[in-house]
């Protein structure tokens, strides 16, 4: 059973920073794309930035700059460093894993439950 665990979000003020994680079970950890997605009320989903098995890296260009995406491959997890946060980088963080094959299809891979972020102006 695949389950991936969202930890470190809270309310912060704009300027301010904090560090998502994300521990991942039940999946073959070196063959999944880790993403981290997000949804704001009244907006779609968006991607925010992706880290492949080989640390390729993509961002928004919302928060190239400012978010960094890593991982750690011997305990199955992920993390988002968000520093000089707005407050329109107010949403759910989502946790997303996909296996390589079928990373153009999120929908095909496996969501954590979501952690809320907030910041305040």
């Known amino acids: 059973q695949v389950q991936l665990v969202e930890s470190g979000g809270g309310l912060v003020q704009a300027g301010g920073s904090l560090r998502l994680s994300c521990a991942a079970s039940g999946i073959v950890f070196a063959d999944n794309v880790m993403d981290w997605y997000r949804r704001a009320p009244g907006k779609e989903r968006e991607l925010v930035a992706r880290i492949t098995p080989g640390y390729s890296t993509f961002y928004a260009d919302s928060v190239k700059g400012r978010f960094t995406i890593s991982r750690d491959h011997a305990n199955k997890a992920i993390y988002l460093q968000m520093d000089s946060l707005k407050p329109e980088d107010t949403a759910v963080y989502y946790c997303?894993?996909?296996?390589?094959?079928?990373?153009?299809?999120?929908?095909?891979?496996?969501w954590g439950q979501g952690i809320q972020v907030t910041v305040s102006s």
């Open positions: 997303h894993a996909v296996q390589m094959a079928q990373a153009l299809h999120p929908d095909l891979g496996s």
